[in-house]
């Protein structure tokens, strides 16, 4: 593993952390987590990564709402 990729397992690991605590998850949090995945696009198998995803997201509770 180089280390580019070590660095992008790091900085996704700690995305992760960082939505499931409530004083660092804000709408910023988000934004970057976005393009973290449109970055990572191509490298990316929904098929893959729907069940982990889904799964996480059930987990977070935002202390925000999302503009209706």
């Known amino acids: 593993m180089n280390k580019v990729s070590k660095l992008k397992d790091r900085l996704i690991d700690n995305l ?4 499931n605590n409530p004083e660092k ?3 910023g949090l988000y ?3 976005r ?9 990316i ?3 893959d990564m729907a069940d982990e995803v889904m799964e ?3 987990k977070v509770d935002p ?3 999302f503009g209706t």
């Open 16 to 19: 992760l952390d960082d939505l």
């Open 45 to 47: 198998s929904p098929s």
């Open 56 to 58: 996480d997201l059930g």
């Open 25 to 27: 998850c804000t709408p």
């Open 63 to 65: 202390p925000f709402k």
């Open 35 to 43: 393009g973290v995945i449109t970055d990572n696009n191509g490298e």
């Open 31 to 33: 934004q970057v987590v």
